[in-house]
Each structure stands twice: as C-alpha cells, then as structure tokens.
DNA sequence: CCATTAATTTAGT
DNA sequence: ACTAAATTAATGG
C-alpha cells in the first residue's frame, strides 16, 4: 500500500504547492520503487517512460564515454527529479542514473507530470527554479575546475561534497578515487596524490571512503589559488 | 548457514 | 604498469 503523496516526508517543494485534486491525480499515477547501492536506474539513450523522483538517497549522474571512460557530472541529492533537461529537450535520456546507496525512489507517468507543468504555474515555476540552480551550480562547477590545477580541483571537489551536497565537514562517500577524478577531470593517480597530500598537512582526514575536512579555510584557499 | 578460498576491484607508488 | 589490500563471489562442509 502506497503512502500518500500529501503526507510524503520526502516530497518535493513543486509537489507540496498541489491541491487536493492535483495530489490524488499524482497518486493514481506514480509507483514507488527501490534501488540497491550500485544499481543503475537507467541509462543514457534509454527512451524517457516515467519521471524518477528521488526520495532518499544519493544518486550519481554520469556519461559514458566511449572506451568505457565515464565522465561524471554530478551527484544529485535525494529530493530531486533525475533527468529533467532529458524530459523537455530531448526523446531520450541524454544521461546515466546509478545509485550510490540504498534508494527509494517514484515513478511518475511523464503525462501527468506534464499536464501538471501546463496547468499548474506555481507547479511549473518550482520545477524551473530546481532545473536552473542545478544548471548554474554545474555550470559554475565546470568552468571552476577548468581553470584549476590538480589541487585546486581535489579542494574543490571536497569542498563540493562537503558544501553542497552533504552540507557537513565530515561525510562517508562511496565513491572510488578514480570516480572522483572522473568528476573533476583528473586521473585516479593524482587524486590519490592529492588527498595524500591534504592529509599530511593536516588539512583533511580520510580513510578510504570516510572524508573528515579539518581546515576548510584552507581548502577554499588552495581553491581560490588554484 | 557459516567458513575458506578464489576472483575481482581498488588504492597507492 | 605493478603490487598490495580490500571487497565480493564461489565453493565445500
């Protein structure tokens, strides 16, 4: 049995602007479901069937490249909408969803999401809010990191996770060190440089996949500096 | 079902 | 590229 959308803890901010009648159109049209870590939850080129609503976990958004060399865009926090940008630009998914820890996900028919957009503007306008901060944020992020050298890029990418996505100096991050390099560009050999670094100049603390920044001041200035 | 070992993946140089 | 360590899968009791 199915919770109701109205009382989801997980909801979205677009969803909870819906009326009563728009809340019970969403819940005769979305199913939920879950991931395992590690599971994909679709590919890229993949034909857009349902929207997946994230409720809770960590999902991670990439590219894959031709020989088997994965670009990684971004990780997407729980409480978000996977593959937008696919949904109104394009026929298919442009990108690939892989679950970087237990997930609980919805599935929402794209017509109702749709019909949703069209005849509710406050609805639409919350979508679009969510669509441009992620746009800016990646945009933001890419240009950064191009005009970085090597530790300016790891500072960055640790003062990403940190920051934005787990909002919280110390966080666990089950993302191996060539991910991270795929992330920002860089290969695994100077990530691994990198963290080693940091961590005998007593900036950060890490143990495999456990990350504890002690200095963030001087993350942002490796950052900054490049 | 648990324990050992084999195989694969990952980290570090 | 190579080695060591760690994680995961397979096997046998």
Redesign the pocket.
């Given at each position: 049995m199915k919770e109701s959308c109205a009382i989801c803890k997980d909801r979205s901010c677009a969803v909870s602007i819906l009326n009563d009648s728009e809340l019970e159109l969403l819940e005769q049209n979305c199913s939920e479901g879950m991931f395992r870590k590690d599971e994909i939850i679709f590919h890229q080129g993949s034909i857009i069937s349902h929207i997946v609503y994230v409720r809770t976990g960590l999902v991670l958004e990439y590219l894959k490249g031709n020989s088997g060399r994965n670009q990684i865009i971004q990780i997407v926090k729980n409480r978000s909408y996977l593959g937008l940008p696919s949904l109104f630009g394009d026929r298919v998914n442009n990108y690939s969803y892989k679950a970087l820890e237990a997930l609980t996900v919805c599935y929402i028919d794209i017509n109702t999401f749709k019909n949703l957009i069209k005849t509710n503007g406050n609805f639409a306008y919350e979508i679009l809010v969510s669509v441009c901060q992620d746009s800016l944020n990646s945009h933001h992020r890419f240009l950064n990191i191009n005009a970085k050298q090597t530790f300016g890029k790891v500072a960055d990418a640790l003062l990403y996770f940190a920051r934005v996505i787990f909002e919280n100096n110390t966080f666990e991050l089950s993302l191996?060190?060539?991910?991270i390099g795929a992330l920002i560009g860089i290969s695994?050999?100077s990530t691994?440089?990198a963290?080693?670094k940091f961590q005998t100049e007593g900036i950060i603390r890490?143990t495999?996949?456990k990350f504890e920044i002690l200095k963030p001041h001087m993350l942002q200035k490796i950052s900054e500096s490049g």
């Open positions: 191996t060190r060539s991910d695994r050999e691994t440089r963290l080693n890490t495999s996949s």
